[in-house]
C-alpha cells in the first residue's frame, strides 16, 4: 500500500521555539494533505487541507499563522508550528490522499509526538 | 454537523473470540474508513467503503446505507489485534474525515 512519512517522529522544544513536521508520501504524489491533532484519549481533530501549490485551507479554531502549511510539491507538505507554547503539545498526523476523486483513501503518516516545555 | 458514534468505547476479549465493533453516522456522510492505531500512535487505514462488504484477511468490514451503520468484525482475535479502532466519515462533498471517539480492543492471551 502507499506510503506516508513523518520527520521527526517526536520533538521536544523550549516555549516559544518554531518547530517544523514534513510529511512525504513517498510512492505516490499526493494532490492533497491533511493535518490533524490528537490529544491523549481524544479522537483526531481537522486541523488544516492542504493541496499543491495552493494556501491551505484551515478548520475554525485553527489559527493560520501559528500553523503555518507549506505544500511545496506532490510529495511534501510541511507545518511549522511558530512560538509553540505547552499546550501545543500533542500528536500531529498528516495523511495524504493520491488523487481529487472523490472518496479516495487517505494513507496516514505515523505521527509527530510534540512535547513543548 | 456531520456526526459519527461508535460502540463500545471499551472492549476486553478472550483470545480467539470474535470481535464486533459498531459504527452509526449521520446524514451527509458518504463513505466511511476504519482505521486501526497502535499504541504508539500510527494509524493504518483498513478499509474504506460506501456499500456492501469487505474482507481482509480476519477482518471483514459492513456497511448498511439506509440504516446508516458499520460494523467491523475480527475473526479468531489475536492479541496483536489490541489497538484502537476508529471509524472515520467521510463527508460528501468536501471529502473531510469526521471521527468517532475510538473502540479500544484488548485481546487476552
Known amino acids: 500500500g502507499a506510503v506516508v512519512s513523518q520527520h521527526p517522529s517526536w520533538v521536544i522544544c523550549k516555549s516559544g521555539t518554531s518547530v517544523k513536521i514534513e510529511c512525504r508520501s513517498l510512492d505516490f504524489q499526493a494532490t492533497t494533505m491533511f493535518w490533524y491533532r490528537q490529544f491523549p484519549k481524544q479522537s483526531l481533530m481537522l486541523m488544516a487541507t492542504?493541496?499543491?501549490?495552493?494556501?491551505?485551507?484551515?478548520e475554525q479554531g485553527v489559527e493560520k499563522d501559528k500553523f503555518l502549511i507549506n505544500h511545496a510539491s506532490l510529495t511534501l507538505s510541511t507545518l511549522t508550528v511558530t512560538s509553540a507554547h505547552p499546550e501545543d503539545s500533542s500528536f500531529y498526523i498528516c495523511s495524504a490522499r493520491t488523487s481529487g476523486r472523490l472518496q479516495e483513501t487517505q494513507y496516514f503518516g505515523p505521527g509527530t509526538r510534540l512535547l513543548v516545555l | 454537523k456531520n456526526e459519527v458514534e461508535q460502540s463500545p468505547q471499551n472492549l476486553t476479549a478472550q483470545e480467539g473470540e470474535f470481535i464486533t465493533i459498531n459504527c452509526s453516522y449521520s446524514v451527509g456522510i458518504s463513505a466511511l474508513h476504519w482505521l486501526q492505531q497502535h499504541p504508539g500512535g500510527g494509524i493504518v487505514s483498513l478499509f474504506m467503503l460506501s456499500s456492501g462488504k469487505k474482507k481482509h484477511g480476519r477482518l471483514i468490514a459492513t456497511i448498511n446505507i439506509q440504516e446508516k451503520h458499520s460494523s467491523l468484525h475480527i475473526t479468531a482475535s489475536h492479541p496483536r489485534d489490541s489497538a484502537v479502532y476508529i471509524c472515520?466519515?467521510?463527508?460528501?462533498?468536501?471529502?473531510?474525515?469526521?471521527f468517532g471517539t475510538g473502540t479500544r480492543l484488548t485481546i487476552i492471551p
Open positions: 492542504s493541496n499543491e501549490g495552493s494556501k491551505a485551507t484551515y
Open positions: 472515520a466519515g467521510i463527508n460528501f462533498g468536501n471529502e473531510k474525515l469526521t
